[in-house]
């Protein structure tokens, strides 16, 4: 009796770590366990992150994938893992490489975002996106089969907290970082900070005419303060606080450029034409270098 409950012990536990092990093979080459119960899909290197967060109350899932062929890879991955549901949906951010999959998983999924996230992405909303999507491929238009904006069910204001089974997400607002709507999501037990898009590794950042450097330095520096183990960005891949620290001197160094040729009395044309960062010459989307040095040129500026 005593053997047999053992050897039925043995066999159970390595079913369960056969299981485990196939699990994280099975979701596919895109998957990455980052801890127990949380996974990232990271399909290509520039192309933003979507995350799935198990509990034993459900799934939360963190933007929704770059286009809905991520978004359906994420549902896929969802029912590879657990019976349960989502639960909820947190949107980092309010551009579509972020929310057009919330239609996949919402609902019955809850979308949340900070206020302001719904409006701005209504007047941001394309009427001929599920026809340029249908058209782009065979494969995006069975993705996208269901289409339909989802906006936030839910707008929080400057922070707030979510009890999910086990587990707690702190929603923590990033002002003027990078879209109308920013939010972090910090688990302060796993200590994994899902860090929106202020910092995006190796890449030159779009900086939108709203978006000011300082309030980005600010949002890094606040994000830094939790001292998280793994930050996961909006885009690229996950890792350290490095992500941060690799900004803040980004920014320390353009600021000082601008900063220079402004005090010599260049214009911001002039400084668009003059300016190089050959440290930074390996990073992603080098295109956007002028709106960074416009955002640069009025931070000097303002002091
Ligand atoms: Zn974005």
Request: charged share 25%.
């Amino acid at each position: 009796m005593r053997l047999r409950t053992s050897f039925g012990f043995v066999i159970v536990n390595y079913l369960a770590l056969f299981a485990a092990s196939m699990w994280a093979q099975d979701l596919g080459p895109h998957f990455r366990k980052i801890k127990e119960g949380i996974y990232v899909q990271s399909a290509r290197e520039v192309n933003s992150n979507a995350s799935i967060i198990l509990t034993k109350e459900g799934v939360v899932i963190i933007d929704t994938g770059q286009t809905p062929i991520d978004s359906r890879e994420v549902q896929e991955a969802v029912k590879k893992l657990t019976a349960l549901p989502v639960r909820l949906v947190i949107d980092t951010e309010v551009h579509p490489d972020h929310t057009t999959g919330n239609f996949v998983f919402s609902p019955p999924a809850i979308v949340i975002n900070h206020k302001g996230a719904s409006e701005a992405m209504r007047a941001a909303a394309d009427p001929n996106r599920l026809t340029s999507l249908s058209s782009q491929s065979p494969e995006m238009r069975e993705a996208v089969q269901g289409y339909h904006l989802v906006t936030p069910h839910v707008e929080y204001q400057d922070k707030t907290t979510l009890y999910v089974g086990e587990r707690t997400f702190e929603l923590l607002h990033l002002r003027n970082v990078h879209s109308e709507a920013d939010t972090a999501v910090w688990l302060p037990n796993e200590r994994v900070l899902f860090a929106a898009s202020v910092a995006i590794p190796n890449s030159i950042n779009n900086i939108r005419p709203f978006v000011a450097i300082p309030d980005m330095l600010a949002a890094i520096k606040m994000l830094k303060s939790l001292n998280p183990e793994i930050v996961v960005p909006g885009h690229g891949s996950f890792g350290t606080t490095k992500i941060f620290d690799d900004s803040e001197r980004y920014y320390a160094l353009l600021l000082e450029r601008v900063g220079a040729l402004a005090r010599e009395g260049k214009s911001l044309d002039q400084i668009k034409q003059e300016l190089r960062m050959p440290e930074y010459k390996d990073w992603s989307y080098q295109e956007r270098m002028p709106t960074n040095i416009e955002a640069a040129y009025r931070a000097v500026k303002r002091n």
